[in-house]
Nanobody, 122 residues
Framework: QMQLVESGGGLVQAGGSLRLACATS????????MGWFRQAPGKERECIAA????????YYADSVKGRFTISRDDAKKTVYLQMNNLKPEDTGVYSC???????????????WGQGTQVTVSS
């Protein structure tokens, strides 16, 4: 089992920034690919960013490309999501997830966090 705990969500004005963190425990973090998912009100959950075992292997949804950056610190067993130039449409519950394969990190992860709310006001 792997436990994932997100932090860093909150209320921010449009154009602002937030940094989400997802601390993990229970499994060898460096062996897992990680993803960040967002569920906006009334919409399905979608993967917005993912990172493989090697930090150079990343994925971003078109809606966040150029504004969000995913990174990982294997020593701290933590994955981050730096969110800049936030827009009201970025509002939603952000969850991190872990998968044994990079493909599954943004399709069908093995483990999930409980999520953190991000609200962007206009």
């Amino acid at each position: 089992q792997m436990q994932l705990v997100e932090s860093g969500g909150g209320l921010v004005q449009a154009g602002g920034s937030l940094r989400l963190a997802c601390a993990t425990s229970g499994r060898t973090f460096s062996s897992y690919a990680m993803g960040w998912f967002r569920q906006a009100p009334g919409k399905e959950r979608e993967c917005i960013a993912a990172i493989g075992w090697f930090a150079g292997h990343t994925y971003y949804a078109d809606s966040v490309k150029g504004r969000f950056t995913i990174s990982r610190d294997d020593a701290k067993k933590t994955v981050y999501l730096q969110m800049n130039n936030l827009k009201p449409e970025d509002t939603g519950v952000y969850s991190c997830a872990a998968a044994a394969s990079y493909t599954r990190a943004h399709t069908s992860p093995d483990y999930w966090g409980q999520g953190t709310q991000v609200t962007v006001s206009s």
